[in-house]
């Protein structure tokens, strides 16, 4: 960047050059330039840097007088002592400098200047100047020339131009307006980008570069974007704030801006900004917001269905959460008996319904119905992404209680449809894919209620069967928990410990039921390794069992229990006993066999 402004401020220094030697030329302007030829032109000579820079005088017709350079910078350009300058120039200049060259030895013009390259390989560049003096009273016109290396500046130049042509197809593919403005310079936008042009509302043929918020924007807006930028240069802190505009199609957009301060190597004052436009982002946040408080009705209502205590779901709470959330008048669940072909109300939230369409006929309305168990929603408008049905048969019911639009989802149980949920509105409220998905939700989670209503009640009944079935299996089964205490234990493992079911979950298992002090046993083993241990136990009376201790882990994976069965192997143990002897002597025969033959073989022979 320091490099760009070094090679920026060329051109001035050259400019400045020139307007001294100008200047210096009217002031000597009475002087005979002859006289002057050892003394004022090196005066001149020595007031500039001639490492790069050459400077020559010509008399009024263009015959070269005077030069000074340090090297041989001006016989590379062609310029020579006591040559002709046009002439020695004319090979090098460029095609359409002819024209300014004859104006200017005419003298209707005071100065000629024009950029050239020199024709040898190593293809160097100079800018050539010469000015006119003012006629002095005693000598001739004379004319004042420079001549400069430009090669490396020229390198520079297309090599800054690179860039920059890389840095804007850079920032015009960056998908957001960027803009950088000199606050040193009154706010002027020194760069922006392609998006920056939309940001505005303006078209990309139209100048920015070079402009401040006055010349684009309304007078009081200009005036508040300024203090806003003069503020933060002030703080010297970047700020970030959302602000609302109108695109160019007149649509409400949500940018956040970004603005930082910036200070270049000479002390100016910068501000860089970039403008997100976060409308869509802002949308997502308020439906997430919007789902969040779906999300907590729905998770009460399940929490109520699917808890313990499903029984005491206050279905009108439930009716009233969903209706608010969606902006309905009323909401009731209807229940379909098809043995009577009728639909009767359930419960209701919001407006009463009248007591004659508290039963509806499903004859009546059996398009509507058959909807509903091919499991499409019934609407009375369409809702985009949503397949529904019309009520076209249900439009005398609909006139007769004054519901301007509704929205019915079917209750599903035990794989049929039970009944359904209805949402009314006499405003006219379009309902929409959201409220559809509410709605939906929430006649799943009455369809769950349903299921753990009825599981509930069959658990209940089916508890003392289950409780027959455990105290019939005819080996032991005990629950332990962390503490070695059981917890509850089958008839056959009551039987085995001799006591009752009071007394052995009155201590620690392995003295109410083992009868040991010693605490460690597999039991124990299982509930601190968590994981399944087996054991053989031989009880008093020698029976012999197979004791399993297996871990009962909570919700959260952490141990709880230890689940023991027993399994009775004292005959397949005794087998096993017996089974050896038997190989045993088998064994003892065969040797026997095989010692007689071995005998009676050698007799033979």
């Known amino acids: 960047m320091f490099e760009i402004f070094a090679y920026a401020l060329v051109p001035v220094l050259l400019a400045l050059l020139a307007v001294f030697v100008f200047l210096y030329v009217k002031a000597r302007a009475a002087l005979r330039l002859k006289g002057a030829q050892d003394g ?12 790069k820079v050459a400077i020559f005088a010509c008399d009024k017709n263009f015959k070269i007088i005077h030069v000074r350079s340090g090297n041989d910078f001006l016989k590379e350009a062609g310029v020579f002592l006591d040559a002709p300058m046009f002439s020695a120039l004319k090979e090098y200049m460029p095609e359409g400098v002819a024209a300014d060259a004859e104006d200017f030895k005419c003298g209707r013009t005071r100065k000629l200047e024009f950029d050239f390259s020199s024709n040898d390989s190593d293809g160097k560049s100079y800018s050539f100047r010469i000015l006119k003096s003012e006629e002095g009273a005693e000598g001739p016109v004379a004319y004042v020339g420079v001549v400069t290396d430009t090669t490396l500046l020229v390198r520079q130049e297309k090599e800054a131009e690179q860039a920059s042509t890389i840095l804007e197809y850079v920032l015009n593919n960056i998908p957001f307006p960027i803009f950088v403005k000199n606050y040193t310079k009154g706010g002027e936008y ?20 070079g402009r401040t918020d006055y010349d684009i924007f309304e007078k009081h807006l200009a005036k508040k974007f300024q203090d806003i930028d003069w503020g933060i240069i002030n703080r010297g802190v970047m700020e970030d704030s959302n602000i609302t505009i109108h695109d160019e199609n007149g649509v409400e957009q949500t940018n956040r801006i970004i603005v930082c301060p910036m200070k270049s190597p000479y002390g ?9 436009d976060v409308t869509k982002l802002i949308d997502a946040q308020k439906q997430l917001e919007a789902y969040v408080e779906r999300g907590r009705i729905i998770n009460n209502a399940l929490s109520y269905a699917l808890s ?9 709470d439930f009716l009233a959460d969903i209706g608010k959330y969606m902006k309905a008048d009323r909401s009731n669940i209807y229940i379909i008996d098809d043995k009577n072909k009728v639909a009767k109300l359930v419960d209701e939230w919001g407006v009463e319904t009248p007591d004659e369409f508290k039963t509806i006929s499903t004859i009546t309305s059996a398009k509507a119905f058959e909807s509903l168990r091919m499991g499409r929603v019934v609407c009375t408008h369409e809702i985009p992404g949503v397949e529904c049905s019309s009520f076209s048969d249900m439009t005398g019911v609909l006139d007769a209680m004054d519901i301007s639009t509704a929205l019915l989802v079917g209750i599903w149980h035990r794989g049929s449809l039970w009944g359904m949920l209805c949402f009314d509105s006499f405003s006219g409220r379009t309902f929409t894919k959201e409220d559809y998905d509410t709605a939906l939700a929430a006649s799943k989670v009455y369809g769950l209620y349903l299921n753990r209503r009825e599981s509930t009640q069959v658990l209940r009944e089916s508890e003392a069967e289950k409780a027959l079935i455990l105290e019939s299996l005819h080996f032991p089964i005990m629950l332990f928990d962390k503490n070695r205490n059981i917890k509850s234990a089958n008839l056959a493992a009551v039987k085995l410990s001799g006591e009752s079911l009071s007394s052995i979950c009155s201590e620690p298992c392995y003295k109410s039921f083992c009868k040991r002090e010693n605490p460690f046993c597999h039991v124990s083993k299982c509930l601190e390794e968590a994981t399944a241990q087996l054991e053989e136990v031989i009880t008093e009376k020698g029976q012999i069992f197979h004791a399993y201790a297996h871990p009962v882990f909570d919700k959260d994976g952490k141990i709880e229990h230890a689940l023991e069965y027993m399994m009775d192997v004292t005959e397949l143990v005794n087998s096993k006993k017996s089974l050896e002897e038997a ?23």
């Open 40 to 51: 004022e032109f090196s005066m001149l000579a020595s007031a500039v840097d001639i490492a």
């Open 190 to 209: 020194v760069l922006i980008n392609k998006h920056f042009y939309r940001f505005i509302g303006i078209t990309n043929t139209e100048p920015v570069r």
């Open 268 to 276: 100016e004052d910068y501000l860089m900004g970039i403008a997100i």
């Open 308 to 316: 313990s205590d499903a029984e005491n779901f206050v279905l009108e």
């Open 583 to 605: 190989v045993k002597t088998a064994k003892a025969a065969e040797k026997a066999k095989d010692l007689f033959l071995s005998t009676m073989s050698h007799e033979i022979r």
